[in-house]
């Protein structure tokens, strides 16, 4: 048994990797930069609320916007690799009223 507990930072970061999440900075810089990777007009309707397994889940405020993400899929996760390179996304799926 380890007698020296880990930070809780420590295992909140194991645990997320176990989960396969990103780092919680990567998560953090996500919601900062959300703009500079949909855009202005995408940004305010939209918003990212998970990424796991490589799979990015945007909450939309309607079914308009859920297309639109849709129709700039490769768009999306092009910018979301220059901006976060060490972190897959390979999906993005669209999730109305989250």
Not at 32 to 52: F, K, M, Q, Y
Not at 54 to 70: E, N, P, R
Request: proline share 7%; hydrophobic share 40%; with cysteine.
């Amino acid at each position: 048994m380890n007698d020296h507990p880990s930070a809780i930072g420590e295992t909140l970061e194991n645990y997320l990797a176990y989960l396969g999440a990103p780092p919680i900075r990567t998560l953090g810089a996500l919601q900062e930069r959300w703009n500079d990777i949909v855009g202005p007009a995408l940004s305010e309707p939209t918003r990212p609320i998970e990424l796991l397994d490589g799979v990015l889940v945007i909450g939309c405020d309607d079914a308009t916007w859920a297309s639109q993400v849709g129709w700039m899929e490769t768009q999306i996760i092009r910018r979301f690799h220059e901006l976060f390179p060490e972190t897959e996304v390979r999906k993005i799926t669209a999730r109305i009223g989250a």
